[in-house]
């Protein structure tokens, strides 16, 4: 039976206050992505040994750390990391060129020792106009150096599916992942990140990924028609994902890892009661599917 985490910062920002409001929830594991303002690869080494001391405190494990490593960065460097815009004010980012983020990633390293985890989340680079053959041929290259720091430090990078980078889909990010073929780098899979991604996350791009998955973000999405097609976050029962077919076949697949909650679900404009109306509107489907 898979866990279910959450994304610390779809509590809030202020990292105590988040732990204990998580802790309340009933929830054990969390993923570190933002916290005191800046993103966890940012974080001194005061700061994570700090962050650690409080996790303690709190009793809760980290199923992996967030950082933005490859996501404001150009796969190519005729474009500087200063022509690449925010996609969203709210996410706090590193930005800067390719051998900046390797830089963060080896800093990486040694945070995640400290808060006790051996996964960090990792992008496919900032999306630029290129033929995808090009592309999907450079973010090999540029990954392997990535990939065998990795290997050596004992780490995994799970490589996110996500529709601002050049691997919008699961089903995209996995043949890049076995195009490497390394037990450091394995799948984060984001289904609301597929839809966005203009793929179908379940059941066509479950079916071939589904032994591959290392982690999951779970969100859901709702479709706004009018002059355009315009996604908004909903509860993960009433959304364009079957999650109720998705989480039986987790199960039954045998997928023991964890579910972390990313909702970004704030009706009222308020990510920690979104985000807690989310995670009862999963375990009200767990129930539902007869899961335990």
């Not at 950082?67 to 996609?87: A, G, N, Q, R």
Request: glycine fraction near 6%.
């Amino acid at each position: 039976m898979f866990k279910i985490g959450i994304i610390t910062d779809q509590i809030g920002m202020d990292f105590e206050s988040a732990l204990q409001d998580i802790t309340a929830a009933g929830l054990s594991t969390v993923e570190i992505h933002g916290l005191w303002g800046k993103t966890v690869e940012n974080l001194s080494i005061k700061e994570a040994k700090r962050a650690r001391h409080l996790l303690q405190d709190f009793g809760l494990k980290v199923s992996n750390i967030g950082p933005t490593l490859f996501f404001m960065c150009p796969l190519f460097d005729s474009t500087s990391p200063d022509d690449l815009k925010p996609v969203n004010p709210h996410f706090v980012h590193t930005k800067g060129d390719y051998a900046f983020h390797v830089d963060k990633l080896k800093k990486c390293f040694e945070i995640a020792n400290i808060l006790d985890t051996s996964m960090i989340r990792i992008f496919g680079f900032r999306r630029q106009e290129e033929t995808l053959d090009k592309v999907i041929e450079k973010i090999a290259q540029r990954l392997i150096i990535p990939v065998r720091l990795a290997e050596r430090a004992g780490m995994t990078l799970v490589l996110e599916n996500c529709p601002y980078t050049n691997l919008p889909t699961g089903m995209l990010t996995y043949e890049m992942i076995k195009k490497i073929e390394s037990q450091s780098l394995k799948l984060l899979w984001d289904l609301g990140n597929t839809i966005k991604g203009d793929g179908i996350p379940y059941p066509d791009e479950y079916q071939v990924i589904k032994n591959d998955i290392a982690h999951i973000h779970v969100k859901n999405l709702s479709l706004n028609y009018g002059y355009a097609r315009k996604y908004s976050y909903d509860l993960i029962d009433r959304g364009i994902i079957d999650y109720y077919k998705v989480l039986s076949n987790l199960v039954k697949d045998g997928y023991h890892r964890v579910l972390s909650l990313e909702p970004e679900y704030s009706p009222k404009g308020n990510y920690k009661e979104g985000s807690l109306e989310f995670l009862q509107s999963l375990r009200a489907v767990i129930r539902e599917c007869g899961l335990k």
